[in-house]
């Protein structure tokens, strides 16, 4: 017992206080990707985003990154641009050895100061998406495992138009 209220208490010191949600991306954030680049949400405008808030403990998380890497060779040559957030929480050498283990395709950026979880007023639940338009305009928050055909669903209208 008591080491879950540490853990609890240090989850909540480490991520701190959650700014309130929007409705739309900022465009300065940048996500550190394990490779070492930065992608900007600016620099990512015009086309459809989709982030995933995820952590190498979480289960589902895992098991849905093999649908998640089809629907990404699939729908990324038509425009679709996919991050893979690990949480604040997960340790980046974990991240980075999972990404090469799973083969993820899609970059895998890492948060460690929690800077975008709180900005963006994202709890410390895996796996979260938040799927964004090519305006910048955040269009739908999923909590949990996004069966991939609902997935498919929500991102082909924002493929359209790219």
């Not at 980075?96 to 395709?105: E, F, G, N, Y």
């Not at 460690?112 to 739908?140: C, E, H, Y």
Request: charged share 20%.
């Amino acid at each position: 017992m008591r080491y879950l209220l540490t853990s609890a208490l240090t989850l909540c010191l480490l991520v701190g206080p959650v700014h309130a949600a929007t409705d739309r991306l900022p465009d300065d954030l940048a996500f550190t990707i394990t490779d070492g680049r930065i992608l900007s949400t600016k620099a990512l405008r015009g086309q459809p985003l989709l982030i995933l808030f995820w952590a190498t403990t979480c289960a589902p998380c895992v098991a849905e990154m093999p649908d998640l890497s089809g629907l990404y060779r699939e729908l990324h040559p038509k425009g679709l641009e996919l991050i893979a957030l690990a949480m604040p929480y997960d340790p980046p050498n974990r991240v980075m050895v999972a990404h090469k283990v799973l083969k993820l395709p899609f970059p895998v950026a890492i948060d460690i100061s929690a800077r975008i979880v709180r900005r963006l007023g994202v709890p410390p639940q895996t796996p979260q998406f938040l799927l964004v338009d090519g305006t910048g305009q955040i269009v739908a928050k999923h909590e949990g495992v996004w069966p991939i055909d609902k997935l498919r669903v929500a991102l082909l209208p924002l493929l359209a138009g790219t």
